[in-house]
């Protein structure tokens, strides 16, 4: 059974920083991609990023790339977030899961296992 388990978000200013890491087990990650999607209230859910922990190929999306950073522990199957330069549109409810599909400039997500999500708030 899958289990994910997300941490590290909360509270900053613009311009600062937070990490968010992803605990998944129950799953054999070398056959697959994980990543972050987010969701704030009235907004639909925007895929952040995603990474395959095969090779550790990855996917950013327009809005975060160069700000936030995805890389994954396999010791630990723990997946980090690195979210750098925050912005208040990055305050979402951000969660991890398995990834639904991954190919180069693309990652989607199903109804795959998440975990209960972590906020992020980000004031101006």
């Known amino acids: 059974q899958v289990q994910v388990a997300e941490l590290g978000g909360g509270s900053v200013q613009a311009g600062g920083s937070l990490r968010l890491s992803c605990t998944i087990s129950g799953l054999q990650l070398r056959r697959y991609a994980t990543g972050w999607f987010r969701q704030a209230p009235g907004k639909e859910r925007e895929v952040v990023a995603c990474?395959?922990?095969?090779?550790?190929?990855?996917y950013y999306a327009d809005s975060v790339k160069g700000r936030f950073t995805i890389s994954r522990d396999y010791a630990q199957s723990t997946m980090y977030l690195q979210m750098d330069s925050l912005q208040p549109e990055d305050t979402a409810m951000y969660y991890c899961?398995?990834?639904?599909?991954?190919?180069?400039?693309?990652?989607?997500?199903?109804?795959?296992?998440r975990g209960q999500g972590t906020q992020v708030v980000v004031s101006a």
């Open positions: 899961a398995q990834a639904k599909s991954f190919a180069p400039g693309r990652c989607e997500f199903g109804s795959e296992k």
């Open positions: 990474i395959t922990w095969n090779v550790g190929s990855v």
